[in-house]
């Protein structure tokens, strides 16, 4: 059974080509275009294996989402990983407490190897 | 002198007459009469003592026979005693017989004697004689009293006097003070102000002083008001600030001090104050607090933009990476037969290039927006500078090749330093990719060593070189040396080398010969010290970042 990744991205283009990529090396792929659409799929039962998050989104921006992440032990568990184009990325990601991070622009070699990592697969 | 002191009978002489013969003293009595005289009468040695300790007699007549005490003890008694040592005695005698004993008498500190029975006119003679004596004793005496009083009167007027000329002198100086000036009484009421006070106010003089308050900016005069009880109370300075309004009807800051004086003097007042104009002081100072938060402001509001702006350029720049990047490895499935195809791969792979191009572009842009607003933060960690380089080698391989540039690196082990990673990674890119664009396809020689407390990196190419006027450009931002447009860019990867290596506390420098190729030599120390982090907040030009000119 191939792992669910929810992308969190408001940008549906590249939520689009993330997808295709995530899709065409084998994984499953739900789409929500900011953190408070996220929310409700994962309320709704949406299981991921990993979250894709964005930082920058309007409506619920990545902090807050991860805010309201924590806040629900049933959904606090499921790793994160940040896609920022912040120029210091770690850090962006470690005060947020996601478990990996992607520098934007996003290739597919760094993109497949962060969720590799993170899956363990 | 005054006229009592002329008067004898203001002086009252008594005269203690001794004897155990009341026939005798009565005799005394009727010679010695008032208003000249006040005879005092004792009838033995015992009642003559207890007489001497209750009055002040001018003058003792002292029998010298008497049953319970001789005269000669009496007398004795009289002389050790410090208030009556100095009393005249008279002494009374029968015939000549008694006149062994009156020189024992004389020894005693007896003055003179009488012979019974007494010639009424020697006695009054004798007496009169001591009378006088005493008389002017106590005149002299009551004058030396008085020049004491005239003395103590005198001195006391002339410290009136002096004080009168302080505070005269003290009025003189507060009036000529550039200074408001005050002073109220210790329980608070303001009695004067000097003249400054009226030119400020724009008052007339008759106005009167307790009417400060009327000067006093409403916003601040419960806070003064407070304030000056305070100070009241406790006896100690008051220093407050609060703005006056002037004759034009305009207030003004002014530091108002207040120093209590000593209340034990009567003369000065129990308060002395001052204002002191700080408009101009504390305007610069509001002024430099508003810029101060303006400032604040607008880098936050710069530090916000430059982040929106690398979200917004980066985020449409994920996107084309990797649609081509997917376009490139997964084709269409029936692409290698279509016509045109090899074509049209080519075109992929050089809009790939080109993006990383961008990518890099727009990172440099960033950087250098960053480096201008002084926002270059270092994040330090352990880091292997062999480990990185080797990383960025690795990275760069498809480029190399395609530049047909053989990269050497030699690296004496790790060689570990407390650098930011992120940081270090794109200095050695930006000197690994400038030697393969420069490079002439010659090989890249990177060398990376550690001395004590020193990391060096050297990155050398066998290119085209720097002609010697340009060796000091090269740093600068948006310098290329050489036909610079045949080879792209925006100048910045040198500028952003040199600020990331000058943040670390270290050194950059290059050497070159035209045709020869150039050396490019880092030097960091391994542990940035405080001191040695350079402030970015200094541009490489010299030039402070927030120079409008340089605004990104």
């Not at chain 2, 035209?514 to 541009?539: C, D, H, K, N, W």
Request: proline share 5%; net charge negative.
């Amino acid at each position: 059974m191939s792992h669910l990744i929810a992308i969190v991205e408001d940008d549906a283009d590249l939520a689009g080509v993330l997808a295709t990529v995530l899709e065409s090396h084998g994984y499953a792929v739900s789409s929500a275009s900011n953190g408070r659409e996220a929310l409700e799929q994962l309320h709704a039962g949406n299981r991921p294996a990993l979250i894709l998050l964005d930082m920058m989104m309007p409506i619920m921006d990545g902090r807050e989402f991860r805010e309201a992440q924590a806040g629900d032990a049933e959904i606090a568990g499921i790793p994160v990983v940040l896609m920022t184009a912040d120029g210091n990325a770690p850090r962006k990601a470690e005060s947020i407490g996601a478990v990996g991070y992607l520098a934007k622009p996003v290739g597919i070699p760094e993109l497949l190897g962060e969720v590799r990592r993170v899956l363990g697969a | 002198m005054s006229e009592d002191t002329n008067d004898p009978k203001a002086i009252d002489v008594r005269i203690l007459v001794v004897d155990d013969q009341r026939a005798n003293r009565l005799a005394l009595r009727a010679l010695l009469t008032e208003p000249d005289y006040r005879v005092v009468e004792a009838a033995s040695a015992r009642e003559a003592l207890h007489r001497l300790l209750g009055e002040e007699f001018a003058l003792i007549l002292l029998d010298v026979v008497m049953p319970d005490m001789s005269g000669f003890e009496l007398a004795s008694a009289v002389k050790q005693r410090r208030q009556t040592a100095a009393l005249p005695i008279l002494f009374l005698t029968a015939e000549a017989d008694d006149m062994d004993r009156v020189f024992e008498g004389y020894q005693l500190g007896a003055v003179d004697y009488l012979v019974k029975p007494l010639n009424p006119d020697v006695v009054r003679a004798k007496v009169a004689v001591f009378a006088e004596l005493y008389r002017q004793r106590k005149r002299i005496e009551r004058q030396a009293a008085l020049l004491v009083e005239a003395e103590r009167r005198s001195s006391e007027l002339r410290l009136v006097k002096l004080r009168l000329a302080a505070d005269r002198r003290y009025r003189t100086v507060a009036e000529a003070a550039p200074q408001i000036m005050w002073t109220a009484s210790s329980d608070g009421r303001v009695d004067y102000f000097n003249r400054r006070w009226f030119e400020y106010t724009g008052w007339p003089d008759s106005a009167p002083p307790d009417t400060w308050a009327d000067a006093i900016h409403p916003g601040d005069l419960d806070r003064c008001r407070r304030a000056w009880r305070t100070a009241l109370d406790s006896g100690e300075t008051l220093q407050i600030e609060c703005r006056l309004r002037n004759a034009a009807g305009n207030h003004r800051w002014h530091l108002c001090r207040a120093l209590p004086v000593d209340v034990e003097e009567t003369g000065p007042p129990a308060w002395i104050g001052t204002f002191t104009d700080i408009d101009d002081q504390k305007r610069a100072l509001l002024e430099r607090e508003v810029l101060h938060r303006e400032t604040a402001e607008a880098l936050q509001a710069r530090d916000e933009f430059l982040s929106v702006a690398s979200h917004e350029l980066k985020t449409p720049l994920s996107a084309l990476k990797l649609q081509l990047q997917l376009l490139l490895e997964r084709p269409p499935a029936d692409a290698a037969a279509t016509p045109g195809w090899t074509q049209a791969k080519r075109g992929l792979e050089l809009a790939n290039r080109q993006v990383d191009r961008l990518v890099r572009l727009v990172a440099a842009l960033l950087d250098v927006s960053k480096i201008n607003a002084g926002r270059l933060q270092l994040e330090l960690a352990e880091v292997d500078l062999s480990a990185i380089a080797e990383e960025v080698v690795a990275r760069l391989a498809d480029e190399a090749a395609r530049s047909k540039v053989a990269v050497n690196v030699r690296a004496a082990g790790s060689v570990v330093g407390r650098w930011d990673r992120l940081r270090l990674e794109q200095v050695v890119t930006n000197l690994l990719t400038n030697a393969l664009k420069f490079g002439a396809g010659k090989p890249v020689d990177i060398e990376i060593a550690g001395r004590r407390g020193v990391a060096s990196l050297t990155v050398r190419d066998r290119g085209m070189g720097i002609a010697p006027d340009d060796v000091e450009r090269v740093f600068r931002r948006f310098e290329q040396t050489g036909p610079a447009r045949a080879y792209g860019g925006l100048g910045l990867g040198l500028y952003i080398v040199r600020q990331i290596v000058e943040a670390h506390g270290g050194t950059i420098r290059v050497e070159s010969r035209p045709s020869e190729g150039s050396t490019f030599f880092v030097e960091l120390p391994r542990e940035p010290s405080a001191m040695q982090i350079a402030p970015v907040i200094q541009a490489a030009d010299g030039r402070a970042p927030h120079d409008p000119d340089h605004s990104p």
